[in-house]
């Protein structure tokens, strides 16, 4: 299969060429995870990085490849490429594959509010796949992928009005640097039982905050992504925005407080929706325990709710905690996490790549 336009063809074979660029990335260990142990689909998968990672041996459907430098010409009778890369790469490549005929999904945050470059996830908006002029798709980020198959189930029914949206963001959403900073951190304290009772003898014990704004050890920072206007973070901005998107409903009214907390993997949010409808805890449970791609765990009184201890290496969004708002009878309160490096990113794309085979599109 080949790209033309919005189509994909066969050319040369009987299933399509897959490559993954940044295929030795954190998210691209896992993308290679995905392909195998999922369908298997793909003819050649192809492994692109940096020319530094070039040669490198790396492990996909269980056997050894080489990955090869990320050119043009690495492209040539490419049908799909997954991309989890840094923005700035992204921007630069991902045309450039598409212009090889190459339909490209792309996880970086280069083109998800391109008018021209459809936002999806396969359990909310799929047909929007099959629109795309520029032979882009994007994923969206790892937050909004947290709560956004859920939300997208409330909303078929209810019409999403607003949203109320606070993150507990893990570690690893900041990168393999985010991780290891935690771990380092973890050790600095170890042992010590006074630290944490003092003002600022946990950053005396920890130094080095690594890409956090202070120590995420024994603490939770209120920030996630970079500055932007009026104290706004961009993390909470992409919530707001890749929802209204996904949705296609721009004017929901959407704010979100982004939060990292020392955990390793796992985002979590606790959501304040509003619907046009009036909705009942017993009908919204309903619902999600029958949705693809949901788990529901919402035994309060068993101890049985969504955390990311539990849901860490597995694929579905995990929800519970659901309350009807008691001022409001088309309000729920709920908590929603997810794997943020499975669904919030590797998943979603290989959802996507499955859904354009099995379509032949």
């Not at 994909?8 to 896992?30: F, K």
């Amino acid at each position: 299969m080949s790209g033309q336009g919005n189509r994909l063809v066969p050319a040369g074979g009987d299933r399509p060429v897959l490559a993954i660029v940044g295929a030795t990335g954190a998210v691209g260990t896992i993308m290679r995870d995905v392909v195998s142990t999922r369908a298997d689909i793909y003819g050649e998968i192809r492994l692109l990085a940096s020319a530094r990672s070039a040669g490198r041996m790396l492990e996909v459907r269980g056997e050894q490849v080489a990955v090869r430098e990320l050119t043009a010409a690495a492209f040539d009778g490419v049908d799909i490429a997954m991309f989890d890369v840094p923005d700035e790469v992204s921007a630069a490549w991902a045309p450039i594959a598409a212009a090889r005929g190459v339909t490209v999904i792309d996880k970086s945050g280069a083109f998800r509010m391109d008018p021209d470059v459809p936002l999806v996830v396969p359990e909310v908006n799929p047909d929007q796949a099959f629109n795309r002029p520029k032979g882009i798709i994007s994923v969206p980020n790892c937050t909004t992928l947290s709560l956004i198959v859920v939300m997208g189930v409330l909303h078929r029914a209810y019409r999403l009005r607003q949203m109320f949206a606070a993150s507990y963001q893990a570690a690893s959403g900041a990168g393999q640097a985010g991780t290891e900073a935690l771990y380092d951190q973890i050790e600095a304290v170890a042992g010590d039982r006074t630290l944490g009772r003092r003002p600022g003898n946990v950053r005396s014990a920890v130094p080095d905050s690594g890409p956090f704004p202070a120590p995420l050890v024994l603490n939770v920072v209120p920030w996630a992504g970079s500055l932007r206007p009026d104290g706004w973070s961009s993390e909470e901005l992409k919530i707001r925005n890749e929802t209204r998107k996904i949705l296609g409903v721009n004017d929901i009214a959407i704010t979100a407080t982004c939060v990292r907390v020392p955990v390793v993997t796992g985002h979590s949010l606790a959501l304040h929706a509003m619907f046009d409808s009036e909705v009942s805890r017993d009908d919204a449970r309903k619902l999600l325990a029958d949705a693809p791609g949901v788990v529901l765990v919402d035994e309060p009184e068993t101890g049985e709710y969504p955390m990311p201890i539990d849901a860490v290496g597995t694929d579905p969004t995990w929800v519970g905690r659901i309350r009807q708002n008691p001022d409001d009878p088309r309000g729920l309160e709920l908590f929603v996490c997810g794997d943020n490096l499975r669904k919030g990113a590797a998943l979603n794309a290989a959802q996507i790549a499955e859904l354009l085979v099995e379509r032949g599109l």
